[in-house]
């Protein structure tokens, strides 16, 4: 369903990689709702052919971009301009990665040339997008800049490894450019903490399965899903939450409010009842 909430807006969608990736499930939502995007990814994931058929489908054109590189954002900024005929009202940055979750290098025995390119990849990348478009002035008045988080930024979640200390820096960095984007042209730029969610990324984790079903268990509302995740980022470039700025949201059916829930001790009672049983 549209409520033409993006109407006539020009957006930027870095990092869907094929249709379970939350970029993807976005990039439809925004589409529907009026606006007009680019799509950017690596050269891989381009070459990888997913998201042509995204792009054909949504009449968008695609940018192969690294996201490390100042030199490639720059392009993708310049050509999205170019091709929606305008300065941007909305950037999407969702993407994540790290080399050591990938090597299965636990967090006591990380390689730091790894850890480099996680914060590169999964947090300096924002700096860098939003750094390239305030020096281009690239973005609208009144635009709105989000990346996607986890709440392993603020607790300990077995697993997560390096990603959870670059979530960290991502959200920090969303409140010290908020600060400096807020002032110049009035631009939002916010993260949004989402439930775990089956995706490519999400699958990296370690124990990713136990760790959806417990998050599901404890959360009253259960795990949002990626186009759960794709709505509210929807109200947040739409210009309903034109004084929402440096904050991290949570989209996580209240997980991060909750201590313990009636559901996660039943089912940890069963456990431990089996486990005395043996
Ligand atoms: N899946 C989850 O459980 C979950 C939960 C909370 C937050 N997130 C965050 O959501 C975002 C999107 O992840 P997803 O779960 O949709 O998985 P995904 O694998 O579909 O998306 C990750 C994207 O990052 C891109 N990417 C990696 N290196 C890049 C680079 N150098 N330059 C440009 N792009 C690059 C990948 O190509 C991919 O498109 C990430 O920031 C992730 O940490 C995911």
């Known amino acids: 369903m549209s409520y033409n ?18 970029a993807w499930k976005v990039a439809e939502r925004a589409v529907e709702e009026g606006a007009m995007i680019t799509l950017t990814n690596t050269p891989v994931a381009v070459r990888m052919g997913e998201i042509s058929a995204l792009g054909e489908k949504l009449n968008a054109e695609i940018i192969p971009a690294d996201a490390t590189s100042v030199e490639d954002i720059e392009q993708v900024f310049a050509r999205s ?14 993407i994540g990665m790290s080399p050591n979750v990938r090597k299965g290098r636990p967090y006591e025995d990380l390689d730091y040339k790894m850890l480099e390119k996680t914060y590169d ?3 300096v990348s924002f700096h860098k997008v939003m750094q390239v478009a305030y020096k281009m002035d690239a ?16 607790r300990t979640f077995v697993g997560y490894n390096d990603m959870a200390d670059a979530k960290a820096l991502l959200e920090s960095i969303a409140r010290s450019f908020g600060y400096v984007y807020g002032r110049h042209r009035g631009v939002r730029v916010n993260t949004i903490s989402q439930s775990p969610t089956v995706t490519t990324a999400g699958s990296g984790v370690k124990g990713m399965g136990s760790l959806l079903d417990v998050s599901d268990k404890i ?33 996580d059916g209240g997980f991060s409010s909750m201590g313990m829930s009636l559901d996660a001790i039943e089912v940890f009672n069963k456990g431990l009842e089996a486990e005395e049983n043996k």
Do not use: W
């Open 219 to 251: 959360s009253p509302l259960g795990n949002a899903d990626a186009n759960e995740c794709a709505n509210y980022c929807i109200v947040m470039f739409s210009d309903l939450t034109r004084k929402v700025t440096m904050q991290n949201l949570f989209n």
């Open 81 to 94: 301009m170019e091709v929606l005929g305008g300065k941007i009202d909305f950037v999407l940055h969702s």
């Open 121 to 123: 990849i999964s947090a």
């Open 139 to 154: 973005m609208a008045e009144g635009g709105s800049i989000l990346a996607l988080s986890y709440i392993a930024a603020q």
């Open 5 to 22: 909430l993006l109407k006539g807006k020009r957006g930027i969608i870095f990092g869907a990689l094929n249709d379970m990736s939350i």
